[in-house]
Each structure stands twice: as structure tokens, then as C-alpha cells.
């Protein structure tokens, strides 16, 4: 039955559901852990199969690094760091959200469960045919003005993520981005910046390209529409978010999912499209588009934090909002997972000595206010590490 204090007094029991007082028996056939133990299996799998093939990305970098004679080794102090980081990050928000699975589930099986159970046993596979736990968690992270100080954050570093992977990765020859979205999508954000931030530091600049005389044919459509698109509806949803009105409404889940599709359409297009279509090169304008998708992030980032701060500071003042990451295990998870995303780039941030307007300034590889310069291996020397930049491609 509901736990105390759930029924308002006065409240006649003939108004609760039967279905909460009186438990049935469990159907012959529906009690089997056999489905939930693929679907979790498969999960811890996949997570686990990415960060396997990030970091062995990241050790093959790190080889070519050794051997070279021509490009200066990245500082250890700062490998260190940002190993430690990510290793901190996940180890945080992954032991919360181990909590929150082990409360949702004696949380169902106590009170929200229709059958008569024997709590001696492990009900795994009704817990999760009867619980959507993406939905379920996410609702409890948004739903509720100071939480929501806590999680609106994590839209708008999934979204420096992304740029991120499309202005930096690709021209240091980072062709697995999809790597790192979906790694910060189904394990934490902060995560796989980190591990992101870790393959700057570890990937020279690429060689500048070679000069081509003739005409050359400049065009205007480009990735650069499609990233720019995903950081609009991002934001939008994060500001969609903020409205109680969606809360409780069916349109909760297409928005909290548009993000989440949005962010990893162009990363996995580069899997099946030519690379004449998945890059930027031959647009002008394209240094510009990014300046001004960074813009749009910081700034409408910016805008939602000063706008949700006011809300949860009215509703719960400063230690509510400071206790709401306590609140469950779930927010704690997204709260420490916002937490560490802060880190990361503060420390990114100050390692390179930029500006704000340095930061912005998103020129070629290689020239002045340009990230990475600062503490990856920004030396290049002769031809011979262009070879070995080729060679890793090809490796890749």
C-alpha cells in the first residue's frame, strides 16, 4: 500500500485505487529477471565498449607523441590532471546514479508495485517493465525549481561539447566525435569532455594544407547549418524546460528528447557521408558561424541560468537551492556532473591563458588566441610529424 502520510486526512480509502490496497498475484510467466539482465548487460556494455575505444584512441596519440623527434610532448602535469577528472567525474555522478537504482527499485517494490511480492527475491524484470527509468529520472531532476537550477545546466555544456568536437576534433584528425557525444549521453557529460579535452592535448595541430592554385570553388552549405541547428534546439528545449507548464504534459519527453537526437545527427551522419559533405571546408564564413554558435551558447546560457537563479531563489532561497543536489540521488548525479563540467573548463580555460575574446576567436589551428596551442603539442617541425599525423589517420 502507499507509504504514510501519502493519504490526505479525511480522505475516505474507498477513493484510493484498488490496485494500491489490494496486491494480486503475480501472473504465471511475468516474474523473470531474464529481460532485465540484457538490457542492463547490453547498457554496461556499450558504456563500457566506448570508453574502451576512446582510451585506446588516446594511448595511440600518446605513442606518436613518444616516438616523435619533431613535436613538443605535452606537459605530463596537465595528461595528468585531466585524466584524474575524468576518472573523478565519472566515479561521482555514476556512484549517485547507482543510488537512484537501488531507490527506484525498493521504491516500487515497497508501494508502487500491483502484486503481492516476496521482498526476499529480486523483482528486476517487473521493476523495469513497470518503470521507464530515462523518463522517470529525468523527471526528477527538472521537475522542481531549484533542481532545475542544477540540470538546465548540463543542456548547455552538452552543447560546448559539441561545438567543441566540430571546430577542434576534426581539424586535429578526430574522426570518432561520435564517440564522445554518446559516451556523454549515456554515461555523463563531463566525462567525456574530459576524456574530449585529453584528445586535444594529445593531438598536434594538423599540417596546414597545401596551397592549390586555379579556381577554387567556395560554397556555403555546410555541417556547419546542422551544428548550428542542434545548438538552437537545445537551448530551445532547455528554455521549454523551464516552463511548469510542460512538466506534467505529454510533450515533457519529445522535448527533453530533441536535444539528445539533435546533438548526435551530424557525429554519426560522418559515419556513412563522404567526407566532401561532413566538413566545412570551402565555406567562407564557416570560422564566423562558429564564433557565433559560441555566442548563442554562452550567451542564451547565460540568459536561462539569471532567469531559473531568480525562480529558485524565490521559491527555496540560497540553501535550498545549494541542498536541492541532496534531495535524491538522481539529482545528485546531474548536479555533480554539472559540477565537474565547471571544472573541466575553468581548468581548460586557465591552462590556455585566453581571454574571453581569445576564446572566441576560433581561427585556424595554430595561430595566435587559438585553443590547444597552450598545452597540447603545438611545435611542428619539419615534415616528418606530418607523416606520422598521416599515418595515424590512416590508422584511425
Given at each position: 500500500?502507499?507509504?504514510?502520510?501519502?493519504i490526505?486526512?479525511?480522505?475516505?480509502?474507498?477513493?484510493?485505487?484498488?490496485?494500491f490496497?489490494?496486491?494480486?498475484?503475480v501472473?504465471?510467466?511475468?516474474d523473470?529477471n531474464t529481460?532485465?539482465?540484457?538490457?542492463?548487460i547490453?547498457?554496461?556494455t556499450?558504456?563500457?565498449?566506448l570508453?574502451v575505444?576512446?582510451v585506446?584512441?588516446?594511448?595511440?596519440?600518446?605513442v606518436v607523441?613518444s616516438?616523435?623527434?619533431?613535436?613538443?610532448?605535452?606537459?605530463?602535469?596537465?595528461?595528468?590532471?585531466?585524466?584524474?577528472l575524468?576518472?573523478?567525474?565519472?566515479?561521482t555522478?555514476?556512484?549517485?546514479?547507482?543510488?537512484?537504482?537501488?531507490?527506484?527499485?525498493?521504491?516500487?517494490?515497497?508501494?508502487r508495485s500491483?502484486?503481492?511480492l516476496?521482498v526476499?527475491?529480486?523483482?528486476?524484470g517487473?521493476?523495469?517493465?513497470?518503470?521507464?527509468l530515462?523518463?522517470?529520472?529525468?523527471e526528477?531532476?527538472?521537475?522542481?525549481?531549484?533542481?532545475?537550477?542544477?540540470?538546465h545546466?548540463?543542456?548547455?555544456f552538452?552543447?560546448?561539447?559539441?561545438?567543441?568536437?566540430?571546430?577542434k576534433?576534426l581539424?586535429?584528425?578526430?574522426?570518432?566525435?561520435?564517440?564522445?557525444?554518446?559516451l556523454?549521453?549515456?554515461?555523463?557529460?563531463?566525462?567525456?569532455?574530459?576524456?574530449?579535452?585529453l584528445a586535444?592535448?594529445?593531438?598536434?595541430?594538423p599540417?596546414?594544407s597545401p596551397s592549390?592554385?586555379?579556381?577554387?570553388?567556395?560554397?556555403?552549405?555546410?555541417?556547419?547549418?546542422?551544428n548550428?541547428v542542434?545548438?538552437?534546439?537545445?537551448?530551445?528545449?532547455a528554455y521549454l524546460l523551464?516552463?511548469?507548464?510542460?512538466?506534467?504534459?505529454?510533450?515533457?519527453?519529445?522535448?527533453?528528447?530533441?536535444?539528445?537526437?539533435?546533438?548526435?545527427i551530424?557525429?554519426?551522419a560522418?559515419?556513412?557521408?563522404?567526407?566532401?559533405?561532413?566538413?566545412?571546408?570551402?565555406?567562407?564564413f564557416a570560422?564566423?558561424i562558429y564564433?557565433y554558435?559560441?555566442?548563442?551558447?554562452?550567451?542564451?546560457?547565460?540568459m536561462?541560468?539569471?532567469?531559473?537563479?531568480i525562480?529558485?531563489?524565490?521559491?527555496a532561497?540560497?540553501?535550498?537551492i545549494?541542498e536541492?543536489?541532496?534531495?535524491?540521488?538522481?539529482?545528485?548525479?546531474?548536479?555533480?556532473?554539472?559540477?565537474f563540467?565547471?571544472i573541466?573548463?575553468?581548468?581548460?580555460?586557465?591552462?590556455?591563458g585566453?581571454?574571453?575574446?581569445?576564446?572566441?576567436?576560433?581561427?585556424?589551428?595554430?595561430?595566435?588566441?587559438?585553443?590547444?596551442?597552450?598545452?597540447?603539442?603545438p611545435?611542428?617541425?619539419?615534415?616528418?610529424?606530418h607523416?606520422?599525423?598521416r599515418?595515424?589517420?590512416?590508422?584511425?
Open positions: 500500500m502507499a507509504p504514510p502520510g501519502t490526505p486526512p479525511g480522505y475516505s480509502y474507498d477513493h484510493v485505487p484498488q490496485s490496497m489490494v496486491k494480486r498475484p501472473p504465471a510467466g511475468e523473470t529481460r532485465p539482465i540484457l538490457i542492463f547490453s547498457y554496461l556499450l558504456c563500457f565498449s570508453t575505444f576512446i585506446h584512441k588516446l594511448w595511440k596519440s600518446y607523441l616516438k616523435s623527434t619533431t613535436a613538443r610532448k605535452p606537459q605530463r602535469k596537465y595528461v595528468l590532471l585531466f585524466t584524474f575524468a576518472f573523478a567525474s565519472v566515479a555522478t555514476w556512484y549517485h546514479m547507482i543510488q537512484y537504482f537501488r531507490l527506484s527499485y525498493s521504491t516500487w517494490l515497497t508501494w500491483y502484486y503481492d516476496d526476499k527475491r529480486r523483482h528486476w517487473l521493476w523495469l517493465k513497470h518503470t521507464s530515462f523518463k522517470e529520472a529525468w526528477i531532476v527538472i521537475i522542481g525549481n531549484a533542481r532545475y537550477w542544477w540540470s545546466q548540463i543542456f548547455f552538452a552543447s560546448a561539447l559539441g561545438l567543441n568536437l566540430e571546430q576534433g581539424p586535429r584528425r578526430i574522426k570518432h566525435t561520435w564517440a564522445f557525444m554518446l556523454g549521453q549515456i554515461v555523463a557529460i563531463s566525462f567525456a569532455t574530459n576524456l574530449f579535452l586535444l592535448i594529445l593531438s598536434p595541430p599540417p596546414p592549390t592554385s586555379g579556381v577554387v570553388r567556395r560554397k556555403w552549405l555546410g555541417p556547419w547549418l546542422f548550428f542542434a545548438i538552437l534546439a537545445t537551448q530551445w528545449s523551464a516552463d511548469e507548464y510542460y512538466w506534467h504534459t505529454w510533450e515533457f519527453m519529445p522535448i527533453l528528447l530533441t536535444p539528445h537526437v539533435a546533438l548526435l551530424l557525429p554519426f560522418r559515419l556513412v557521408l563522404p567526407t566532401k559533405y561532413s566538413t566545412d571546408e570551402g565555406v567562407d570560422s564566423h564564433k554558435a559560441w555566442v548563442t551558447t554562452i550567451f542564451g546560457g547565460a536561462l541560468w539569471l532567469k531559473v537563479t525562480v529558485a531563489y524565490r521559491y532561497g540560497f540553501w535550498g545549494l536541492a543536489i541532496f534531495e535524491h540521488p538522481a539529482v545528485s548525479s546531474v548536479g555533480w556532473d554539472v559540477i563540467c565547471w573541466s573548463w575553468i581548468a581548460w580555460w586557465r591552462i590556455q585566453n581571454t574571453i575574446s581569445e576564446l572566441l576567436d576560433i581561427g585556424n589551428d595554430g595561430k595566435n588566441g587559438s585553443w590547444g596551442n597552450a598545452i597540447s603539442a611545435s611542428v617541425i619539419g615534415s616528418n610529424i607523416g606520422e599525423l599515418q595515424r589517420a590512416k590508422d584511425d
